[in-house]
């Protein structure tokens, strides 16, 4: 008789949200890092629904503020700063982003994300324990509002793509994501190409760094 695995109970609040990066910097003298790119990682077996939330929603636009992410895979959230003004130099701005089952409302697990505009990366101040200390001073708890809708498409300029070895390595990921975990004796794929969750993880990581490569082109 074939045993049913039996999903762990989810606390709610406790389950460990993975995201790249945890900081997002804006450079104002530098349009193309008014686009920045996250990568939500879902290493579990279960499907997660997500939810951005915003300190200033009317600062940011946000390409599919909710979703869903499948086991094991990895989505790409777009954050566009469009507001850059002199007089949101240095300031501090935080993204939550909520996860819970599709099939339930109850947030499993959240992430905060620090976003700051500057007028330059060549004027970055060197102080870090005045940064630090002004960041701890804004992770306080701050009111989040969900994000107005933004219809992806909107804003994009011509480029001459990526590179062949940048696909390349985008399709090798995806590949690997595909394959099946350690310990799934019901896929018909060979034993030796069954990866770890350790291993899809480096690969949904790398996936997320060619993807933030390939919309900056």
């Known amino acids: 008789m074939q045993q049913q695995r039996r999903q762990p109970e989810l606390v ?7 995201v790249f990066p945890t900081e997002l ?21 279960f499907a997660l629904k997500f939810k951005v939330l915003c300190t200033t929603p009317n600062k940011y636009a946000v390409v599919d503020a909710t979703g869903a992410v499948k086991p094991q895979c990895c989505v790409d959230i777009v954050i566009r700063h469009r507001d850059v003004r002199a007089s949101y130099y240095g300031v501090i701005d935080k993204f939550r982003l909520q996860v819970s089952e599709q099939s339930q409302r109850k ?3 959240k992430k905060e994300i620090i976003a700051t505009l500057l007028p330059s990366a060549k004027e970055e101040q ?9 960041i701890k001073e804004h992770l306080a708890e701050s009111v989040f509002f969900e994000q107005t809708l933004c219809q992806p498409g909107k804003n994009r300029t ?8 940048t696909v390349f390595l985008g399709i090798v990921c995806i590949a690997a ?10 896929s018909l794929v060979p034993l030796y190409l069954h990866l770890s969750v350790n291993q899809k993880l480096v690969a ?12 900056r082109t």
């Open 25 to 45: 910097i804006f450079y104002a003298d530098d349009q193309s890092t008014h686009k920045r790119v996250l990568t939500l990682y879902n290493p579990y077996e």
């Open 177 to 186: 994501l595909m394959l099946p975990t350690l310990g799934d004796m019901e």
């Open 158 to 165: 011509a480029s001459s793509g990526p590179s062949l070895l």
């Open 107 to 109: 947030a499993l697990g």
């Open 126 to 134: 060197p102080q870090k324990e005045e940064e630090e200390k002004r």
């Open 204 to 215: 949904a990581y790398v996936l997320g760094l060619i993807t933030m490569v390939i919309l």
């Open 12 to 18: 709610e609040g406790n389950l460990p949200v993975f």
